[in-house]
Protein backbone atom coordinates (compact mmCIF):
# COMPACT_ATOMS: atom_id res chain seq x y z
CA UNK A 1 0.00 0.00 0.00
CA UNK A 2 1.47 2.94 -1.20
CA UNK A 3 2.13 5.44 2.16
CA UNK A 4 3.10 8.95 3.46
CA UNK A 5 3.71 9.62 6.58
CA UNK A 6 4.73 13.59 8.66
CA UNK A 7 6.09 14.02 11.48
CA UNK A 8 8.35 16.63 13.43
CA UNK A 9 5.20 18.84 14.63
CA UNK A 10 5.11 19.94 18.26
CA UNK A 11 3.99 22.89 20.52
CA UNK A 12 6.41 25.89 20.17
CA UNK A 13 6.86 29.50 20.96
CA UNK A 14 6.52 31.90 18.11
CA UNK A 15 9.73 33.06 16.60
CA UNK A 16 10.52 29.25 17.40
CA UNK A 17 11.56 26.85 14.51
CA UNK A 18 10.05 23.10 13.91
CA UNK A 19 11.93 20.89 11.06
CA UNK A 20 8.56 18.61 9.31
CA UNK A 21 9.50 15.58 7.60
CA UNK A 22 7.70 13.22 5.11
CA UNK A 23 8.69 10.14 4.10
CA UNK A 24 7.07 7.90 1.42
CA UNK A 25 7.09 3.92 1.52
CA UNK A 26 5.86 1.60 -1.59
CA UNK A 27 6.76 4.11 -3.89
CA UNK A 28 9.34 6.54 -4.88
CA UNK A 29 9.14 10.07 -4.47
CA UNK A 30 11.50 10.90 -6.97
CA UNK A 31 8.67 9.96 -9.71
CA UNK A 32 6.20 12.58 -7.95
CA UNK A 33 6.01 16.66 -7.02
CA UNK A 34 5.67 16.75 -3.50
CA UNK A 35 3.89 19.96 -1.64
CA UNK A 36 2.86 20.73 2.25
CA UNK A 37 -0.52 21.84 3.04
CA UNK A 38 -1.81 22.63 6.07
CA UNK A 39 -5.60 23.38 7.39
CA UNK A 40 -6.48 25.33 10.41
CA UNK A 41 -9.84 25.20 12.84
CA UNK A 42 -12.48 27.04 10.16
CA UNK A 43 -10.11 27.18 7.37
CA UNK A 44 -10.16 25.83 3.91
CA UNK A 45 -6.86 23.46 3.58
CA UNK A 46 -4.16 25.56 1.72
CA UNK A 47 -0.96 24.76 -0.21
CA UNK A 48 2.03 25.80 1.62
CA UNK A 49 5.01 24.66 -0.70
CA UNK A 50 5.78 22.45 -3.34
CA UNK A 51 8.50 21.07 -5.33
CA UNK A 52 8.82 19.39 -8.04
CA UNK A 53 10.50 16.03 -8.41
CA UNK A 54 13.88 17.06 -9.30
CA UNK A 55 13.89 19.63 -7.12
CA UNK A 56 14.35 22.47 -9.86
CA UNK A 57 10.97 24.24 -9.50
CA UNK A 58 9.58 25.30 -6.02
CA UNK A 59 6.61 27.43 -4.83
CA UNK A 60 5.80 29.00 -1.58
CA UNK A 61 3.02 30.92 -0.26
CA UNK A 62 3.08 34.00 0.23
CA UNK A 63 2.31 34.18 4.00
CA UNK A 64 5.57 31.79 4.42
CA UNK A 65 8.19 33.49 1.54
CA UNK A 66 10.84 34.23 3.44
CA UNK A 67 10.57 32.21 6.58
CA UNK A 68 9.77 28.40 5.40
CA UNK A 69 11.98 26.05 3.61
CA UNK A 70 11.20 23.15 1.25
CA UNK A 71 13.64 20.65 -0.13
CA UNK A 72 14.21 16.83 -0.37
CA UNK A 73 16.40 13.97 -0.56
CA UNK A 74 15.08 11.80 -3.15
CA UNK A 75 17.62 8.74 -1.85
CA UNK A 76 16.03 8.54 1.24
CA UNK A 77 12.56 8.98 -0.18
CA UNK A 78 11.89 12.11 2.48
CA UNK A 79 10.99 15.59 2.12
CA UNK A 80 11.04 18.76 4.80
CA UNK A 81 9.63 21.73 5.47
CA UNK A 82 12.12 24.03 7.86
CA UNK A 83 9.80 26.14 9.46
CA UNK A 84 11.39 29.29 11.39
CA UNK A 85 10.02 32.76 12.38
CA UNK A 86 6.73 30.94 13.31
CA UNK A 87 3.77 32.99 14.29
CA UNK A 88 0.46 32.06 15.47
CA UNK A 89 -1.19 31.83 12.41
CA UNK A 90 1.04 28.94 11.52
CA UNK A 91 -0.77 26.69 14.14
CA UNK A 92 -2.34 24.14 11.81
CA UNK A 93 -2.45 20.62 10.56
CA UNK A 94 -0.35 19.98 8.07
CA UNK A 95 -0.50 17.51 5.62
CA UNK A 96 2.18 16.34 2.97
CA UNK A 97 1.25 14.74 -0.41
CA UNK A 98 2.25 13.56 -4.16
CA UNK A 99 0.82 14.76 -7.16
CA UNK A 100 2.55 13.60 -10.69
CA UNK A 101 2.23 16.81 -12.05
CA UNK A 102 5.12 19.38 -11.82
CA UNK A 103 3.43 22.05 -8.82
CA UNK A 104 1.34 19.92 -7.23
CA UNK A 105 -1.57 19.64 -9.27
CA UNK A 106 -4.47 17.33 -7.78
CA UNK A 107 -2.31 15.35 -5.37
CA UNK A 108 -2.62 11.76 -5.69
CA UNK A 109 -1.36 10.24 -2.10
CA UNK A 110 -2.07 12.30 1.12
CA UNK A 111 -0.05 11.42 4.92
CA UNK A 112 -2.24 11.78 7.98
CA UNK A 113 -1.28 14.80 8.92
CA UNK A 114 1.27 16.51 11.80
CA UNK A 115 -0.02 19.09 13.99
CA UNK A 116 1.88 22.43 14.76
CA UNK A 117 1.10 24.67 17.10
CA UNK A 118 2.55 27.96 18.01
CA UNK A 119 1.70 29.65 20.79
CA UNK A 120 3.85 31.63 24.06
Known amino acids: QVQLAESGGDLVQPGGSLRLSCAAS????????IGWFRQAPGKEREEVSC????????TYAESVKGRFTISRDNANNVVYLQMNSLRSDDTAVYYC?????????????WGQGTQVTVSS
Open 97 to 109: AASRWRLCQAPEY
Open 26 to 33: RFMMEDYA
Open 51 to 58: ISSAGGSI
